[in-house]
């Protein structure tokens, strides 16, 4: 999260905290459900056992002795919120040695809060692609825009939420309500990102389904999300394996707490499956300002405290820094700890190569002018050039009008109104049509819905440089355009029968920081209906003229049952979240320059009580900790609509085209083949980096003479006789500190189902390979296909599975009518294998049994199986649900 700067500091201490919500449901007093544990997981697993990540931790472990203790806790914690080097997130440093101070900076999509930049199509957008090629494009151009502004840390991709719950404030930061599609979109984002030298940041670990009642504040602890194990492993904790397999470098966790324990300080969580099972080698931060306790949190795995204050910032305190000293010189937290703190971090700056002239930031989060306060919440500032309006654009527009155009997702084009002529008479109906008068970057955050919605608001957002908004774009194609800027339907001519008309609605939704038009984050107001009325816009349109068009922009999914059906609503195209290139990329689809080629990443159902209460409700205020428990396991989304038969109004995966398109050929093979349920045996550990354990000297921890101190900068010193008490403690070795129950500081050699990052690499195996040809069966435009694959176990076995669930995707190039390309659609062993609970490892049930991937255009158009006893394909069948 980030706030801008302008603000009184008492309310900007206040809005840090949950705004306030008058939304809920007054619910009994109670505590975590029966049978939900956090269990304690002792102690961290050290980094560096990974063979990929030896050459950087030998160097990180090499520059980490050279450092004295202070230079140690420095790294490992941020200067404090508006505190020198001007990215949301700025760490000390250890100059003396040459680890410089780190610039951790905002959003998923885009470097937030500067100019210059590139808005990009948020992360919903970029999954309505379900194309890998523009994943990882985004990625790399990502990359480059936040290495050129000199930002080491990229935070993101976000992977949770995972849009659990349909009216959850954050889904649109990630990439659709499945687990392989967040998956392989954010496992992409950060192979493009770090290939530029940026270290990515998989995030909000995890259960951070809704955003209400996420935070810990004075007066209520943030929400519990109770998950059981296999639902964990098998949804949530799915895209975190992929992005630790992607080799990301740094991970940030939830807001909320899991199973009653906050997320930064889970041991079982950070230690236990981050680090242990799934063998994560980079560095945990937590989410700004959710820190909640100095040593407790450090035993549980946390790496880097952000943005380095106590919860109530700017008071210049912290639970780390110079306290993080303390509590190794009084022995409570070891050293051995805190080493494997700072080489986690170092180790992830060589693993990028950052060590290598790697430019520091030259752009400032808290201005635009080109000088400013160099400290801006000190209360004297020297000022100084902060800004040098650096520009990272290059072609970057390209890629992001390309995944916005790629996105839009056309639902519904009866008679095939579209694509339009561009000789015709179009009516434009809808404020959404245009950019916000008062600007495309007016409001702060983006936390207002005025104008084109092209990204939701909070911290995961940027600001626009120009807003290529819908109504210029169309102006330009199409001679005859009337643009009525009204939500409101206003008096117009006699249409004549062959007007067309678009009409623009849309739904937002954010980060709890903000409420926008009641909307505490989730859409808790709005729920799944158009805001501004649009859908009795839509409606009144529909009355008046035959042939309507509706373009929706927006967060998630709506409910569009009260005009869908009307005779006159002829077609309907999401459009999602594009950013800057809202325009051009739709006048591409709506003028046929370009068939669209989108997919929906979530289903579209007909009422909000088809989904179960625990989804599609959110959980209102209640005393103590609110409980998030996820009761429907793993029926969310389709899964569950399939298990109960019900019939969305547009499924999962849907998605049309101007042309049509044939799948033949459909061949499998088997590429490893699996010979037993569980994967062969984990290697050992290779040895990790060891340093000595000895509490250091109180004067590595101390103030230097005469060091002149920024009032409410956080430093890692302590006042020498503060160091001298603490490390008396400390070196009269006994165990005064309060441990958590199971603690211990005794390596172990991990889980069974660990072993590489992500977990055992053998879940990696390719253990079934489909291809087939996807052929354009039109005659008149071209198009690109996505062929969806999803897995059907098989019958009989004693386990519980959804009906299908997606498990690999490809998407073809343009294809000219006639045209055909062999794609190729993998199952890994882990995409044939389900999360035994008892066993505590990735099993494949019912092995050898008939597996059958089911092979299509939309989850509900699966007209080809392949089965993995036969090794046969058929084509012309009944789908599955
Ligand atoms: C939450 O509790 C369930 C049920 O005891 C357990 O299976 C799961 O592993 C726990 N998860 C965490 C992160 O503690
Ligand atoms: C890293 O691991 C590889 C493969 O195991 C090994 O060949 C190499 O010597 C290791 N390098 C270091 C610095 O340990
Ligand atoms: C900690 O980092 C800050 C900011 O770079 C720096 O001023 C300070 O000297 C560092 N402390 C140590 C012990 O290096
Ligand atoms: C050591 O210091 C930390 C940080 O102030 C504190 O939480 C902890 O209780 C101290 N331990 C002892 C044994 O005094
Ligand atoms: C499609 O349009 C035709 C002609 O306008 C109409 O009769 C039919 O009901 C429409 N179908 C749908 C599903 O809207
Ligand atoms: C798809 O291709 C097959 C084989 O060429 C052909 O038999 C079938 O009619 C085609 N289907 C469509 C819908 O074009
Ligand atoms: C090329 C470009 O867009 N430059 C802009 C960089 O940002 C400054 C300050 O906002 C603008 O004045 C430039 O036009
Ligand atoms: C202050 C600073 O580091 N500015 C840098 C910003 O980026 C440009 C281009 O990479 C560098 O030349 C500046 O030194």
Redesign the pocket.
Known sequence: MAIRTGVVWVSLALSLLNSPCDAGVIEPRDGVPAGFVAASYYPTPHGGWVASWNESYAKAQALVAKMTLAEKTNITGGVGYLMGKPCVGNTGSALRVGFPQLCLQDSALGVASTDNVTAFPAGITTGATWDKVLMYARGVALGQEFRGKGANIFLGPTVGPLGRKPLGGRNWEGFGSDPVLQAVAGALTIKGVQEQGVIATVKHLVGNEQEMFRMYNPFQPGYSANIDDRTLHELYLWPFAEAVHAGVGAAMTAYNAVNGSASSQNSYLINGLLKDELGFQGFVMSDWLSHIS??DSALAGLDMDMPGDTQIPLFGNSLWMY??T??VL???VPLDRLNDMATRIVAAWYQVGQDKGYTPPNFSSNTHDRDGLLYPAALLSPTGQVNWYVNVQADHWKVARQVAQDAITLLKNNGSVLPLSTAGSIKVFGTDAQVNPDGANACGSRACDKGTLGMGWGSGVADYPYFDDPITAIKKRAADVTFYNTDSFPSVPTPKSDDVTIVFINSDAGENSFTVEGNHGDRDSAKLAAWHDGDRLVQKAAEKYQNVVVVVHTVGPLLLESWIDLPSVKAVLFAHLPGQEAGESLANVLFGVSSPSGHLPYSITKSENDLPDSVANLKGFAFGQVQDTYSEGLYIDYRYLNKFNIKPRFAFGHGLSYTSFNFTGAAIRAVTTLTSPAPSPRAAKAPTPHSSTTIPPAAEGSYPDGFNRIWRYLYSFLPANEAND?YA?GSAGDK??NYPDGYTTTQTSGPAAGGGQGGNPALWDVAFEITLIVRNAGKTHPGKAVAQAYLQYPRGIAVDTPIIQLRDFAKTAELAPGAGEKVTLQLTRKDVSVWDVTAQNWVVPGLGGRFTVWIGEASDKLFTACYTDTLTCETGLVPPV
């Open positions: 100095g040593v306290e993080l303390r509590s009084n022995g409570s603490a403690i005064k500190y």
